[in-house]
């Protein structure tokens, strides 16, 4: 046992995570006259609590408003850029109620407060007596940016029969032989006409690489994007998302 234990916790200590880098032909920002209004664009985090068995599920979610990847998609301006004082009569209420709903239904209450920025809604449980007023003007387009956030979702990375041998190779060297996990890192960006109608939907499925082995971890160099904290890859997964959806926009609507 006396043996075990420094060979457990170095084994628990010796895990690196690959971020997603996006690919070089999608870094060039390209150019557009088209007034862009951003909505969310920030990373969340699930609160957890437990059920009466003592198992943990999700139960709600954080925005982190301190940190917005807006700024990675340079031809859009933060929504707050378009605000007016007067009701944009061209968005009907229902358009305004699925937008409403499409964002906190993931993201919950802490959406809320970037929302009544420039809506004013009042929802109900009957959603035919809700409010939902929006309040700006000169938008050729919205877009909505939910940055995914998993949950304990490690996967296979290699799901074949010649990843499993290696996997099984690797936990019988005590992890001399690298084993190879991922962690699935996904992002949904929501475009909406200037009636706030749903035109597109761009859906980006990436995933962090999680390398398990004492020697590799050695040799970690953050500048290539590879680093000792699961949260700093994850986030850095969605910066190079956005990064990539901010290219896959604007070579379609340009």
């Known amino acids: 046992m006396k043996i075990l234990i420094p060979i457990i916790i170095t084994i628990l200590g010796c895990n690196s995570y690959k971020s997603y880098i996006a690919p070089d032909s999608k870094k060039n920002h390209l ?28 139960s709600s979610a954080s925005l982190n408003y301190n940190q917005s990847m807006k700024q990675l998609f340079p031809a859009g301006k933060d929504v707050s850029f378009f605000n007016s004082k007067e009701i944009n009569g061209q968005i009907g209420r229902d358009n305004c109620l699925d937008l409403v709903y499409e964002y906190i239904n993931i993201v919950k209450d802490s959406g809320k ?29 919205y877009i909505l940016g939910i940055p995914g956030k998993p949950f304990n979702s490690w996967v296979e990375y290699d799901a074949s029969f010649f990843g499993y041998i ?5 936990v019988l060297s005590f992890f001399i032989i690298p084993s190879k996990k991922a962690e699935p890192v996904n992002a949904y960006f929501y475009v909406y006409d200037s009636k ?5 939907k761009f859906e980006y499925k990436k995933q962090v690489v999680i390398t398990t082995s004492w020697w590799f ?38």
């Open 166 to 170: 290696q996997s099984a190779a690797s």
């Open 196 to 200: 706030l109608n749903l035109i597109d």
């Open 113 to 141: 407060m970037e929302l009544s920025n420039f809506i004013d809604f009042d929802l109900t449980p009957d959603t035919s007596k809700s409010k939902c007023q929006v309040k700006t003007n000169n938008v050729d387009y």
């Open 31 to 58: 150019i557009s006259n088209k007034r862009i209004a951003l909505i969310g664009f920030m990373n969340y985090e699930f609160q957890m609590t437990k059920d009466r068995q003592g198992d943990l599920y999700k």
């Open 217 to 254: 971890n050695l040799n970690i160099n953050e500048k290539e994007f590879v680093f000792k904290d699961i949260d700093q890859s994850i986030i850095k997964s969605q910066e190079n998302i956005t990064k990539e959806f901010s290219y896959d926009f604007n070579a379609k609507y340009k």
